[in-house]
Nanobody, 121 residues
Framework: QVQLVESGGGLVQAGGSLRLSCAASGSIFSIYIMGWYRQAPGKQRELVAVFNSGGSTNIADSVKGRFTISRDNAKNTVYLQMNSLKPEDTAVYYC???????????????WGQGTQVTVSS
């Protein structure tokens, strides 16, 4: 079975930095989408930054120039380097994996448990 483990969240002051990690374990054959979404209190979950098939990325306009997504394919791990953090970045950050895995599921598409990021003024 596939498991997504997220880490790196915490409390920082405005202007500070955090680095999030998401490690996928299990029998993963192909990754189609892997990256980060976030959900602030009272708001819908939104895309932050993801890798698509072939290595292209989708990055939200609100974080361009401040956040960088990277990956280690050998470890099936993605990272989110967050710089110049703002209070409006406060949210629970979720890792998403869509791909082909061992077992009968035609397409795996699931989320990690989430990690809290809080940015204070």
């Amino acid at each position: 079975q596939v498991q997504l483990v997220e880490s790196g969240g915490g409390l920082v002051q405005a202007g500070g930095s955090l680095r999030l990690s998401c490690a996928a374990s299990g029998s993963i054959f192909s990754i189609y989408i892997m990256g980060w979404y976030r959900q602030a209190p009272g708001k819908q979950r939104e895309l932050v930054a993801v890798f698509n098939s072939g290595g292209s990325t989708n990055i939200a306009d609100s974080v361009k120039g401040r956040f960088t997504i990277s990956r280690d394919n050998a470890k099936n791990t993605v990272y989110l380097q967050m710089n110049s953090l703002k209070p409006e970045d406060t949210a629970v950050y979720y890792c998403r994996l869509q791909g082909r895995v061992a077992g009968p599921v035609p397409l795996y598409d699931d989320w990690g448990q989430g990690t809290q990021v809080t940015v204070s003024s």
